[in-house]
């Protein structure tokens, strides 16, 4: 009933930028957290940052002071910014939504991912 459909993945060098979006459609009432999890060859999926419907943030320690995380006026669309990437920041990125269907369902939903990979 959700689809997530992500954007802005591809190849960067060391220390230049990218921005990946997320853009969440179908049949929601409200999305209260979206996010963004990697996971990279031989490690486990871990979050990245996420935003809840009142704004709050949180980041992992690795991504502090280089990722951003918004969402639009609507709360249906996340943004990434990641600045300053690392090859350690190679991975898999995918999205994340808590969506409330209504007043008393909510469902969790990820995106397809999509493919970051920093050179050195």
């Known amino acids: 009933q959700v689809q997530l459909v992500e954007s802005g993945g591809g190849l960067v060098q060391a220390g230049g930028s990218l921005r990946l979006s997320c853009a969440a459609s179908g049949r929601i009432f409200r999305i209260d957290t979206m996010g963004w999890y990697r996971q990279a060859p031989g490690k486990q999926r871990e979050l990245v940052a996420a935003i809840t419907g009142g704004g709050s943030t949180n980041y992992a320690d690795s991504v502090k002071g280089r990722f951003t995380i918004s969402r639009d006026n609507a709360g249906n669309t996340v943004s990434l910014q990641m600045n300053s990437l690392k090859p350690e920041d190679t991975a898999v990125y995918y999205c994340?939504?808590?969506?409330?269907?209504?007043?008393?369902?909510?469902?969790?939903?990820w995106g397809q991912g999509t493919q970051v990979t920093v050179s050195s």
């Open positions: 994340n939504a808590n969506v409330r269907r209504t007043l008393l369902a909510t469902d969790n939903y």
